[in-house]
């Protein structure tokens, strides 16, 4: 039988920093839980994790009952890649069929209006949806929309 688990004591615990499960001092315990250890190798402070992420918990042999929340995971995924897809169609009907020549190469320095086309170096070609601010424009991009900067002055 383990010994019970007491603030002081020590527990595995997977370390955010050192990216390993390792030898944690509990620091701050909830019940009869640990929520805050200390790592004995690289000192940092941080949540406690049992696990390593990604890693799943060993199985209790019980099944989910529950029947709605795979279906409501299932909508919300349906939602967003929907919403995906609404974004990619409106991007491909601004940009289809616009010459080269139609896009602007973008730069912080330069000030833009709804409607421009933006070619960046990272998120490639886009158009420009609403301006935010004097500052700050909003400029959708195939994957996704983006708030860039905009007007900026040395």
């Keep these: 039988m383990s010994k019970p688990l007491r603030a002081g004591g020590e527990v595995d615990s997977w370390c955010t920093k050192c990216k390993l499960v390792l030898n944690h001092r509990v620091i701050a315990m909830v019940g009869g839980t640990p929520v805050r250890v200390e790592c004995s190798t690289c000192m940092s402070h941080h949540n406690f994790r049992a696990r390593a ?10 099944s989910r009952a529950s029947s ?4 409501s995971r ?9 919403a995906a897809l609404d974004r990619e169609r409106s991007w491909e009907k601004a940009v289809s069929g616009k010459a080269v020549s139609e896009f602007r190469s973008y730069g912080v320095d330069q000030t833009f209006a709804e409607g421009d086309l933006i070619r960046h170096k990272k998120f490639g070609d886009g158009i420009v949806t609403r301006i935010l601010d004097p500052k700050k424009v909003e400029i959708l991009f195939k994957d996704e929309p983006r708030t860039l900067a905009q007007g900026l002055t040395d």
Excluded: M, Y
């Design 74 to 82: 299932a909508t919300s995924a349906t939602k967003a890649q929907q």
């Design 68 to 71: 709605a929340s795979p279906r």
């Design 53 to 62: 992420p990604g890693e799943k918990a060993p199985s209790t042999g019980i």
